[in-house]
């Protein structure tokens, strides 16, 4: 039963994991750009007060720890030998893309999008316009977010493809 629990929870908070990448990067971030000043109310709203991040990490956590569970318990402890068969090397090429997707997103997206909220807020419950540093900061805030969105993307892209599709690799390899 906890087999179950665990697949449950690693697909479903996978499938938001991605869902909201692809949200974010690919139609909210753009048109806010394309919309700013008057979507910065929006984007605040959504990244301070509905905590949109630390949500989309919750869930990123989740994924990573039951997948982490579901491999070990499918690899019998990281057994190479499991590893290096097709079905075991496709959950490994998932995994890997996506670890490395959440610890991009842990150390380098997330404290970008936290700079850009905190100077948002500032700014907000101040009610003035920002200084040019506060204006360079933002902008080189964006600039990580949307390099960062895109190699996240494609990782978790790897991730889904490569998990959904890996019990299947042995009629391919």
Do not use: C, K
């Not at 949307?146 to 019990?167: D, E, F, H, N």
Request: charged share 15%; glycine share 8%; net charge positive.
């Amino acid at each position: 039963m906890d087999i179950v629990l665990l697949r449950l929870v690693h697909i479903l908070s996978g499938a938001f994991w991605f869902g909201s990448v692809i949200t974010m990067f690919l139609f909210l971030q753009p048109t806010a750009q394309a919309t700013a000043p008057e979507s910065q109310r929006f984007m605040l709203h959504l990244l301070r007060d509905r905590r949109f991040s630390h949500v989309v990490l919750g869930a990123a956590l989740l994924t990573v720890l039951a997948g982490g569970i579901l491999f070990w318990r499918d690899s019998n402890g990281l057994r190479v030998e499991w590893m290096s068969e097709p079905p075991g090397l496709g959950f490994t090429v998932g995994a890997v893309a996506a670890l490395l997707a959440l610890l991009l997103f842990v150390f380098v997206g997330f404290p970008a999008s936290h700079r850009m909220v905190a100077i948002g807020g500032r700014l907000a419950d101040e009610r003035r316009a920002p200084t040019d540093e506060e204006r360079r900061e933002v902008a080189r805030s964006q600039a990580t977010l949307r390099s960062v969105g895109v190699v996240v993307l494609v990782l978790l892209t790897i991730a889904a493809a490569a998990m959904s599709t890996a019990r299947y690799w042995s009629l391919l390899l």
